[in-house]
Each structure stands twice: as structure tokens, then as C-alpha cells.
């Protein structure tokens, strides 16, 4: 990791309502974004266009989340019963009574990290072998990443500890840095960071020299030239499929930082770049309804915004978003610990110095990244 230089991230004592307003908006934020995305999912900017000009908001008759958004409840859930003492075998366990498990026929949905997990599973191997497929580099880790951020408000080092355990049962390597970015990034925004920090924080907890970081420090690098400079900084073309970790990770902080934080414009500008749109604009909303609460989001778009419907995971069904929210931000800030609720610790986290500037030459990428202006 690079070198650090300490900025302090405990939300202030006292504040519940406000850490409870940004829980809100993170995990709204993130289902607003996956219902705005998920017709764009897939597509070129140009086919956007052509089909619908440029997105500005819901373009499905009834709009609603994804996988994206089952999959963040299921995290979420699992999170409020075990908390920090969260282990392994607990996830393990959830994914087999959950969803590999129920006798509900052919798998439903979500993406390819999901599907060859449940193969393995249901063929009696256990963590970390569950998560030997070809897909353990996908988003499917980074699209259920925001409960932990939400949870370890003002703690993106624990944030990206808890991420680990509950990625090691379907992802590997960049699929676990691509979550632990998002979960850091959510916990930096929820204790009130500006965007350059929610950024540099997410950084902090991946490797230097990782795929994520560095397609992560050319999307911010670019991101004031717009989406159309953040999109050609980080999309590898010709690669027939959109869930790459790095990439839609990469794409959704980019979105952030292009909008200094504001929900509207990152959530937009990540659906309008296409790709893995429903995804990346989850992870926007998830950041950003962090940073400005749930009051940021626009009433029509929150208000489409109901219970699971159980199109990809049938356990999920009925679950609301906002009750994970609420699950996960105790009344006076209290939160679990191994022995039940526990009050939370102050804690600073590091930044690295070279993202501890404002402006966008702060995450210049170096001239020597192999992968710089691809």
C-alpha cells in the first residue's frame, strides 16, 4: 500500500438520525440506480441513444431492481444477524438455505459468478473451492458491497474485512478488491468524507498494483472530462462481456467523482454509459446516496422503489431495501459486535497521500501503467 497520512472518519457521536438518513440513501440510492440501469444493461452509449436519447430517468413501464438489489438484501440480512462476528461458514451456510438449497427449479437469475458458485455448491464443495470458476473476477461481489459500507460507517478497513468473508464463498482476486473498493468507499461517504477521500479510501484497501486500482485512478483522473473520457479510460473493447469487476467498478466511482458526489448526475452518468449499466449505477447510487441521504434522491424515482420481488432470488421476495437499511443502523449508532450490540469505535482511516489533494491530477495515472489509455 502507499504511503498514508491520517484523516479522521467516525461519524460524530450523537448523529443517528444523519447516519441513519445516509444508510437510507446508500441502499435506496443503490436500488434507484439498478431499476434506472437495468434497461441500459448491455448497451453501447450509442445504442442508448438511439433508442431513447439520453437516459434522464425511469424508461421501463415498472421499473424495479435486479439481482443487484436481491443480492444487496441477501448481504444485508446475512449482515444484521451476525454482524462483525460475520465468519465464512455463516455465508456459506446462508447461500445453501437461501438459494442453493430451495427446491424452486432452474436457477432464476443473476449473473455468471452466481450461477458457477451455485454449481459448486450444490456439488458439495465449500469455501474458498466454491468460488473456483470462471467468473470469479465478475461485479457480482461489488453489486452486494454497500450493506458493509453501510454497516462499518466511518471504518473502510472493516468495511473491506467483512466484504472479504462474504466474497470468498463466489469470488477471487479482483472480484474480492472490486467489493472491498465499493463496501471501503460507502463506510468513507457514510462518516461524511468528501468524494476525493471516499475515493482515496476505496483505494487504500486494494492492492497498488491490482487491475481495480489501476482502472480505478484512470477513471478519476479523467473523470472531469466527462463520462464519454471515463468510459474510454477503463472499457475493454472487444471483451464481449460487461461484468468485469475492475471495469464497472471502475466506471461507477468514475460516474461518482464526475459528479462530485450529487445523486442525480452520478447515477445518470453511469446509466448512460452503458455497459454493465445496472451495476454500475447501483454502485453510483449506493455512493452518493451516501454522501448527500436519501433526501438527495428524486421523490418519483424513490417512490418506484418497492418490496423484492423475488424475479432472481425467490427467498428475497417482499424484502424492502429500506428495511435493510434500518437493520443495519441501530438506534444511537450501536452496532453488533460477537456479543451483540456494541457501541461504536472511533476510528481514522488511511488515505494515501498521493489521493490526499483535490483536483483530478491528484489520481493522475502513472506514466508507466501498462494499462493507461486503453
Not at 498514508?4 to 467516525?10: G, H, R, V, Y
Not at 424513490?302 to 443502523?329: F, K, N, Q, W, Y
Request: proline share 6%; charged share 20%.
Amino acid at each position: 500500500m502507499a504511503s498514508i497520512a491520517c484523516i479522521p472518519s467516525a461519524p460524530a457521536s450523537g448523529n443517528a438520525a444523519g447516519l441513519r438518513d445516509r444508510a437510507r440513501g446508500a441502499l435506496l440510492g443503490l436500488a434507484v440506480g439498478d431499476a434506472l440501469g437495468a434497461p441500459a444493461e448491455n448497451m453501447l452509449p450509442s445504442e442508448i441513444r438511439a433508442k431513447w436519447g439520453r437516459i434522464t430517468g425511469y424508461v421501463a413501464e415498472h421499473p424495479a431492481g435486479t439481482d443487484d438489489t436481491e443480492y444487496a438484501i441477501f448481504s444485508g440480512l446475512l449482515l444484521a444477524r451476525h454482524g462483525s462476528a460475520l465468519t465464512v461458514a455463516h455465508v456459506e451456510s446462508a447461500w445453501h438455505q437461501w438459494i442453493a438449497d430451495r427446491d424452486e427449479g432452474p436457477f432464476r437469475g443473476a449473473g455468471f459468478s452466481e450461477r458457477g458458485t451455485l454449481e459448486n455448491l450444490r456439488r458439495g464443495l465449500a469455501a474458498p473451492i466454491s468460488a473456483q470458476h470462471r467468473h470469479a473476477w465478475s461485479d457480482g461481489l461489488a453489486m452486494r458491497a454497500a450493506p458493509f459500507g453501510v454497516f462499518a460507517a466511518g471504518r473502510p478497513a472493516e468495511a473491506a474485512r467483512l466484504v472479504a468473508i462474504d466474497g470468498s464463498v463466489s469470488h477471487e482476486g479482483e472480484g474480492i478488491y472490486g467489493g472491498q473498493a465499493v463496501a471501503a468507499g460507502v463506510a468513507a461517504a457514510m462518516a461524511g468524507a468528501p468524494t476525493i477521500a471516499v475515493v482515496a479510501s476505496a483505494l487504500a484497501v486494494v492492492p497498488d498494483d491490482s487491475w481495480t486500482a489501476r482502472s480505478l485512478r484512470r477513471a478519476v483522473a479523467v473523470a472531469h472530462r466527462g463520462e464519454r473520457a471515463v468510459r474510454s479510460a477503463v472499457v475493454i473493447g472487444g471483451y464481449p462481456w460487461t461484468d468485469l469487476a475492475p471495469e464497472a467498478v471502475a466506471l461507477a466511482f468514475g460516474a461518482y467523482a464526475a459528479a462530485d458526489g450529487a445523486f442525480t448526475e452520478s447515477v445518470l452518468t453511469a446509466v448512460n454509459m452503458g455497459r454493465d449499466a445496472d451495476t454500475t449505477a447501483a454502485v453510483a447510487g449506493a455512493l452518493a446516496g451516501a454522501t448527500r441521504g436519501v433526501s438527495a434522491i428524486p421523490a418519483e424515482w424513490a417512490a418506484a422503489i418497492g418490496p423484492a420481488r423475488g424475479s432472481c432470488l425467490p427467498s428475497m421476495e417482499g424484502h424492502h431495501i429500506l428495511d435493510v437499511a434500518e437493520l443495519l443502523t441501530p438506534e444511537n449508532g450501536e452496532k453488533w459486535g460477537a456479543g451483540g450490540r456494541v457501541p461504536p469505535a472511533p476510528e481514522t482511516y488511511a488515505v494515501p497521500d498521493a489521493y490526499a489533494l483535490s483536483g483530478a491530477d491528484a489520481f493522475e495515472a502513472p506514466a508507466d501503467d501498462p494499462g493507461a489509455g486503453r
